[in-house]
């Protein structure tokens, strides 16, 4: 009987542990989506074993799986030993395993807005991962890292499988959530453990130091989190300045999109709505907006289509697109929700339109898990006009909950969402300015003023599969590949 593929699988923040964004959503359901896939599938894959490894951040949630402590261990490093603290848990089938020591502040946040702050902390995480595998005696087929975070542990692992056994035969993986992040100067980190940046001439000067460009340099494969994100990196508009690199390992880049929990993100079953429904029962959607009116203190009126804007408050998101957009609609009714944290600008801008429009519009300024089911399963349409969009979920739960998405022609979004024909699930539009944005949103209007071709947008993105049924099965694909050593 042939072995299980072995997956070691690290990532910053994994949904319900810890959930920042949406790589928390993704590491915490790929790895359960994987681990569940028939071990037989198509005769091509003999199952899949995978252990996911997070830092053990304060905030880190012990309610809902219970976290045991496991024992501790030493990383060398010049300036003598490093301690590791191991704590174990489980979640659908998948092992998960926080660590910490004193590299992890103990009351910090889990990012830092400057990233240079967290440097340490996903450093050394990143390489105390790989000597985990020592402790446990257990030799991963495939290191799959994610993001700037981790992606050291890519760059350390042909190094360190000199003095590991364990990571003899490892290939490495690496899913990028999100190019821009790169981490921060990270040799003096990599001078501890004897490791140097490099010199290759293929990365620009400024990446040779950079956790993330290192990560892209040595890792065997990369994957963006959608298919037009894969060519999107390779241009001057989105590559962030490593497109000429990326141009290079062109060969060895994939878009394999990111898929939602499907059990998680479910209006027939959400215990956070006031009423749950479902494609057959799409009338007692309304129960939600009017609730969610009640919550906000909007007037109950239907002939109104309630926005929303459920995000980061990052210039990535477009969150000034949208406000200036908003402020063009004129004599168009309309009542927004916005519900997000981040940059203070930002947060203070959603303020400033909440305060010239006190009938139609609430500014939600938190993180709110709950209050976010809520919102897209009673608002009429989610803005999303974002500068770039490695794949986005936001605009998936949307429509699964039928939540119209409003959004940018980029990126994920562009992947996720028809925007014409019969099986139309949302509005797109590419123009990234306020004007852009406004045209687009009046549209969508217009249309939700006719109530048959609404609810038909809405039911074909309610019938949309965004599980990870598909996604998973093609990151099993690449395991196996590179596992039986094909390129
Ligand atoms: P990103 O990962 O770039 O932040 P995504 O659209 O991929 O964007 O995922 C964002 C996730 O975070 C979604 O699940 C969204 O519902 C959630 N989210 C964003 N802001 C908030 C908030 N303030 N409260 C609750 N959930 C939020």
Request: net charge neutral; glycine share 8%.
């Amino acid at each position: 009987m042939e072995e299980p593929t072995r997956i070691l699988f690290l990532a910053a923040e994994a949904d319900p542990f810890v959930k920042v964004g949406g790589l928390g959503d993704v590491a915490g359901s790929l790895p359960c989506a994987l681990a569940s896939l028939p071990s037989a599938q198509d005769g091509t894959d003999r199952g899949i074993e995978i252990r996911l490894v997070l830092p053990y951040h304060h905030s880190v949630c012990r309610d809902i799986h219970p976290i045991i402590r496991q024992g501790e261990f030493v990383i060398p490093t010049r300036q003598g030993d490093t301690p590791v603290e191991v704590h174990a848990s489980r979640m659908d089938g998948v092992a998960v395993y926080f660590l910490r020591g004193p590299w992890l502040p103990p009351n910090g946040p889990v990012y830092s807005l400057n990233a240079s702050l967290d440097m340490e902390k996903f450093g050394v995480f990143s390489i105390a991962s790989l000597f985990l595998t020592r402790e446990w005696g257990w030799a991963p087929d495939i290191l799959h890292v994610n993001d700037w975070h981790t992606a050291l542990a890519a760059y350390a692992l042909p190094a360190l499988r000199r003095s590991l056994p364990t990571l003899r035969r490892t290939r490495s993986v690496l899913t990028l959530h999100n190019l821009p992040f790169m981490g921060a100067d990270c040799g003096k980190l990599l001078a501890r453990f004897g490791m140097s940046p490099s010199r290759t001439p293929a990365l620009p000067k400024w990446g040779r130091r950079f956790p993330l460009p290192l990560g892209l340099l040595k890792s065997d494969r990369i994957v963006a989190v959608s298919p037009s994100y894969a060519h999107e990196i390779l241009t001057p508009e989105f590559g962030c300045s490593l497109e000429n690199f990326l141009q290079t390992r062109q060969e060895s880049i994939q878009g394999i999109l990111n898929g939602l929990d499907s059990q998680r993100w479910n209006p027939s079953s959400d215990p956070h709505l006031s009423a749950n429904f479902d494609l057959d029962h799409l009338q007692v959607r309304r129960e939600n907006t009017c609730a969610l009116r009640r919550e906000t203190g909007l007037d109950d009126d239907p002939r109104i289509p309630l926005l929303a804007i459920i995000s980061r408050m990052d210039h990535q998101k477009g969150i000034d697109l949208a406000l200036n957009g908003i402020r063009r609609l004129k004599n168009t009714p309309f009542q927004l929700v916005i519900l997000g944290t981040g940059n203070p600008d930002l947060e203070d801008d959603c303020q400033r339109l909440a305060d010239e429009f006190p009938a139609a519009v609430r500014y939600l300024r938190r993180f709110d898990m709950p209050l976010s089911h809520r919102i897209y399963a009673g608002a009429d349409m989610l803005l999303m006009p974002s500068r770039y969009e490695p794949c986005g979920l936001a605009q998936m739960i949307a429509m699964r909950y039928g939540c119209v998405p409003v959004a940018r022609e980029i990126g994920g979004l562009k992947d996720t969402i028809v925007s014409s024909g019969a099986s139309q699930t949302g509005i797109l539009f590419s123009a990234g300015t306020p004007e852009g944005a406004a045209q687009a949103i009046k549209d969508a209007i217009r249309i939700f003023h006719r109530p048959d071709a609404w609810k038909r947008i809405q039911r074909a993105g309610m019938q949309r599969d965004f599980s990870w049924g598909i996604s998973a099965r093609q990151y099993a694909q690449l395991y196996r590949c590179l596992k039986e050593g094909q390129q």
